[in-house]
């Protein structure tokens, strides 16, 4: 028995010995340069794209058993642009179809793998080529007589590079550190999972990112479906996890899908790819907790080459949930494409991430000009919308607004916004806006009005309103035209028409200015504005404005308080943040009711005033007496005032037939 058992283990290490002695003999005998014109021919013929490999190729027993080929160079024709170069690349090769002269290769691990994608202005690919022949699995090359075969069961890509350019979107991306592994790979429709991890640069915004992607995935690409089950996405402190999947992509293609992300705090997130980091203007203003700010999301998709569906979106921020569905159709050579949605929100308070509406302090410099942020004028035109919006409540920017309503539609590139009433600080708020991009250039229409708005309440919410309180009311056409937004800011016209119901209003700056110009009284006048209040309320307070063909100039504002007449034109330079309006101050005498009143002396006159400022100065420095045509006013006063009282001497003590004559000669006298 020791005998057999022994003549067994000998003939087994034989057998060892000769089966190693056969392989080593093949790998002496056969020269793996040999497979470069094979590889190289056969990748050209499936791709149409040149490959050129500049390096050696040996045989390799580490990471894999096969092939090491070094340097490989990728090139298309029909570009200048080099598409991929590759340090490094093992194939796993099997030993046994060796004997057999055959190549089969079942693994590729690669490192340094470099690509570029570049698109021109005309939207041309370097990597699109001319038709090139039908793919196979398997293909020969009479270079050699080499038969080539691939199965490929793992992939590992290590330190991997993308470079994306496209000249038509303005996209200059770069994606470093890509790093792709995947285990029994294959893709005859059974599982096999994978994971790729990257960081991603945006070159023209200057912000990154490190992404990384885990799933299983089920290939069967003769029935043309793929599916990616288990799905982990993170883009930290985002997290996605669902499913994907897509039909019949070979001739009808079909896909669905459900996503749902973990609980994160979404400032976090704004701050890492949103908000430039050192934009104090977009920081978040007050303190918040830990638990809140806490933001999750839910959607589910499905879609075909006509349409893409989705069914369900829901948003929750805290406490703040807000649900959607909607419905794109494709447009074709004969029908615009379609959009359809509604939104529905509770309860929204997004105060903490929209901008304060509190003015600026004075240390603060101007804003700069605001880019000419063009239009989606082409969008608009090439498809039809139909949108509705239900919001409960809304807090942004410090304002608040309650049962909102609005319809939104676009049809043959004519878009109207209708805004139902909303509540608006114990008032309302409606308006109606058409943007008709069809004309040349796009013009655009809004009306709109508030209606008996608490001023104190809107105050709390808006600093610029605690001057006054009562129900405003307001009434405004207006018409802009262009394709950018400065374009439309720029030509705006039209009229607003307001007044203050039960109004009680600060003068503190009227008076003010008053009390300045009577510091250049005649001796003795005294202060015309001396006696005021600094809050009076009127009994009437109406005005309008008109815009000419912008905001920077041509604005004529007209207000009437009582016995008081505010007449002003100028404009306000939004990219300064200032603004420059030469005024005329009037105070009436009887009959208009004299809630201000001043000596008859100065009743009537057009007090000249001139309101020079930026935003940012103190409200007390925003207007001035223009002292010079004070100083003219008040030299005509004196002189009317003498001329007056001669007349006067004239009649009482001048015989009736030389009065003519002595009123002419103090005319003279006076000039």
């Known amino acids: 028995m020791k005998k057999l058992i022994k003549i067994l283990v000998l003939t087994l290490a034989g057998l060892v010995l000769l089966i190693g002695a056969g392989l080593a003999l093949v790998f002496l005998v056969m020269d793996p340069v040999r497979y470069k014109p094979t590889i190289e021919s056969v990748f050209t013929q499936q791709t149409g794209l040149q490959l050129n490999i500049a390096g050696e190729i040996d045989w390799a027993f580490s990471p894999v058993f096969g092939l090491s080929v070094n340097d490989l160079r990728l090139s298309n024709p029909a570009a200048r642009q080099e598409l991929a170069s590759l340090a490094a690349l093992a194939i796993k090769v099997e ?69 994306i350019q496209d000249a038509g979107r303005g996209l200059n991306t770069t994606f470093s550190n890509l790093n792709l592994s995947s285990q029994n790979t294959n893709v005859e429709n059974r599982p096999f999972p994978f994971e790729l991890s990257f960081n991603v640069t945006d070159n023209v915004a200057g912000q990154d990112a490190e992404v990384s992607l885990a799933s299983t995935a089920t290939v069967d690409l003769a029935a043309g479906s793929a599916r990616f089950d288990d799905l982990q996405l993170k883009l930290n402190p985002l997290q996605l996890s669902g499913s994907l999947a897509a039909q019949d992509f070979r001739n009808n293609l079909s896909w669905s899908g459900s996503l749902a992300s973990n609980t994160f705090a979404l400032t976090d997130f704004l701050d890492i790819y949103v908000r430039p980091a050192a934009d104090d203007a977009l920081a978040i203003p007050g303190d918040y907790s830990a638990d ?80 000419a942020t063009a239009l989606p004028i082409e969008l608009l035109s090439s498809m039809n919308i139909q949108g509705r919006h239900s919001i409960e409540s809304l807090a942004a920017a410090g304002l608040t607004f309650t049962g909102i309503n609005v319809g939104l539609n676009v049809v043959n590139g004519v878009l109207r916004l209708d805004v139902q009433p909303v509540g608006f600080y114990d008032g309302q708020i409606t308006s109606t806006l058409n943007f008709d991009t069809r004309q040349t250039p796009p013009s655009l229409t809004n009306i709109s009005s508030l209606r008996n708005v608490n001023l104190a309440a809107l105050a709390q919410g808006l600093p610029a309103a605690n001057f006054a309180e009562g129900r405003f009311n307001l009434e405004a056409v207006h018409t802009l035209r262009g394709s950018t937004v400065s374009q439309l800011r720029d030509t ?22 008053l009390s300045s110009i009577s510091v250049l009284s005649p001796a003795g006048t005294g202060d015309m504005a001396q006696q005021w209040p600094d809050v009076v309320r009127f009994s009437n307070l109406v005005g309008h404005l008109i815009l000419d063909q912008g905001l920077d100039q041509n604005q004529q504002l007209s207000v009437t308080l009582d016995n008081v007449d505010i007449a002003a034109n100028g404009g306000v330079d939004v990219s300064a943040g200032s603004f420059n309006y030469n005024v005329l101050l009037t105070v009436f005498g009887p009959p208009a009711v004299q809630t201000v009143p001043v000596t008859e002396l100065y009743q009537g006159i057009e007090w000249p005033v001139l309101c020079n400022a930026t935003f940012a100065t103190d409200i007390s ?35 009736a037939d030389l009065q003519d004559a002595a009123r002419g000669l103090l005319d003279q006298l006076l000039r």
Not at 149 to 160: G, K, P, R
Not at 331 to 354: E, F, I, K, M, Q
């Open 492 to 513: 705006i016209s039209g009229t607003s028409s307001f007044s203050i119901a039960d109004s009680t209003i600060d003068i503190g700056m009227l008076k003010q200015v």
């Open 292 to 371: 809140s700010d806490q933001f999750s999301m839910h959607f589910e998709f499905n879609g075909n080459s006509q349409q893409v569906n989705l069914p369900a979106l829901s948003l929750t921020l805290d406490d703040m949930q807000v649900t959607a569905d909607a419905t794109y159709t494709f447009g074709s050579d004969s029908t615009p494409a379609n959009l359809r949605y509604n939104l529905v929100a509770d309860a929204l308070d997004l105060n903490r991430y929209t901008a304060s509406t509190a003015p600026a302090s004075a240390e603060e410099p101007a804003a700069p000009a605001p880019p």
């Open 95 to 163: 030993p046994w179809a060796l004997l057999d002269g055959r190549l089969e290769m079942q693994e590729f691990v690669a490192s340094n793998l470099h690509i570029n994608w570049i698109v021109d202005a005309n939207g041309v690919s370097n990597w699109q080529t001319a038709d090139s022949t039908a793919t196979q699995s398997t293909a020969s090359s009479a270079a050699g007589g080499s038969t080539i075969a691939a199965a490929i069961e793992q992939i590992t890509i290590s330190n991997a590079s993308l470079s």
């Open 621 to 655: 420095q925003y207007c001035g007496p223009d002292f010079g045509k004070v100083r003219d006013l008040f030299l005509q006063i004196s002189r009317n005032q003498v001329q007056r009282r001669a007349q006067d001497a004239v009649t009482d003590q001048v015989p």
